[in-house]
């Protein structure tokens, strides 16, 4: 165990977990949190980095996943927020398939844009397929409970992701008995953030008005420029931890 002095006091213990960063995380949490500034998941990974978690990895991102870990147990000892850890170690575990089986959206869907749902006529789905790639959790939980058409359902993908992925993606979507072609697919180009991009354009083009609005991804980002367009007739709905 270590123990966790900041300013000449003693704020905890900590287990320094089996993987190459975790001293250097420690000490980078420390002198932040020593200066008052904000402390963010930038503490971990580099913007390049960051973007390639939001793919597939091989392996898993095992040391990836440890680290988040880390950091969240850090915050619980320093009373930092680490909000976005959480759903990114959500994120990489359901693109890399080693979430829990029972992960449950339902429970987790949050209304972020008024107190209370209000009355809608229509259900509209957008999906960051690549950032939320739990096809059987998306039907189970959203699709089939909450009648989303499939002409209201609204995907994309950049091309490295749907090198990787589309066999599995196909396989899983044929078990609902649709294809990727079902629903307003987009394969996107080459670039950061090209499918949120997307996903956003296709969501501001609809100019919907007294709908429930699904926006599946973990991607903090994303999330707020959803909210940004909102018009306020619409429930918002989003994925929170």
């Known amino acids: 165990m270590n123990k966790i002095f900041i300013n000449n006091r003693f704020r905890g213990s900590i287990e320094l977990p089996d993987t190459k960063d975790a001293k250097h995380i420690l000490s980078r949490v420390k002198k932040i ?73 339902t429970k987790r869907i949050k209304l972020i844009n008024k107190d209370k749902r209000s009355q809608t006529k229509d259900s509209y789905l957008f999906w960051d397929i690549e950032n939320f790639s739990s096809i059987l959790s998306i039907f189970t939980d959203v699709i089939e409970p909450y009648s989303v058409d499939d002409g209201n359902i609204y995907l994309a993908a950049n091309p490295d992701s749907l090198y990787l992925k589309k066999a599995e993606w196909q396989a899983n979507l044929r078990d609902f008995g649709k294809t990727l072609t079902s629903f307003n697919f987009t394969k996107c180009d080459h670039g950061k ?32 420029r959803f909210r940004e367009v909102c018009h306020k007739s619409n429930n918002l709905l989003m994925m929170s931890f």
């Not at 390049?48 to 095992?62: D, E, N, T, V």
């Open 33 to 105: 949190y020593e200066t008052k500034d904000a402390l963010t998941i930038d503490v971990l990974f580099s913007k390049s980095r960051l973007a390639q978690l939001r793919s597939y990895q091989k392996g898993g991102a095992r040391e990836e996943l440890l680290n988040l870990d880390f950091y969240i147990s850090l915050g619980k000892i320093l009373n930092f927020t680490t909000t976005d850890a959480k759903e990114l170690k959500a994120s990489i575990e359901l693109i890399n398939d080693t979430a829990h089986t029972n992960f449950n959206i």
């Open 193 to 224: 953030n090209v499918a949120d991009d997307v996903l956003l354009e296709d969501f501001k083009g609809l100019h919907l008005r007294n709908c429930d609005v699904y926006v599946m991804t973990f991607d903090v980002e994303l999330k707020e």
